[in-house]
């Protein structure tokens, strides 16, 4: 068990433990580059995305209810999809720091687009 389900982590705490477990326990960034087209497919991306909801779950205490973009905004954690299209950024030479402002910006965008449906991957 990560916490106890009686205590709520402070924000800082809480992304030390998104970032730790989703880098070192959940293997879905290893080789982006070589499999990344494969989220295209969409039982892939699915099964990213449930992984990555019951990871931030147990991270921020949440329950069963709440929905993969609601726990991603509620774990301070961008969606498996924008992580893995930013490693595949890098790896074909952008830089660190702006392939990261690219994922940024398009979460953003996400969540500011009327009608856009930010868990579909699209």
């Known amino acids: 068990m990560l ?3 009686k205590s709520v982590p402070r924000t800082s705490k809480r992304g030390l433990i998104v970032t730790t477990v989703l880098s070192s326990v959940v293997f879905c ?3 982006a580059p070589v499999w990344g087209a494969a989220v295209n497919v969409r039982g892939n991306l699915t099964r ?3 992984l990555h909801r019951r ?3 147990a991270v921020m205490c949440g329950y069963r209810a709440v929905s993969y973009d609601a726990a991603c905004l509620l774990g301070s954690a961008p969606p498996v999809e924008l992580k893995l299209k930013e490693r595949m ?3 074909e030479g952008m830089r660190k720091r702006d392939a990261m402002e690219a994922r940024r910006n398009s979460w953003k965008m996400k969540w500011t687009t009327p009608g856009t449906v930010i868990g579909s991957g699209g």
């Open 29 to 31: 960034l290893y080789a």
């Open 55 to 57: 990871t931030l779950l």
């Open 3 to 5: 916490l106890s389900s």
């Open 48 to 50: 990213l995305q449930s």
């Open 89 to 91: 950024k890098r790896y």
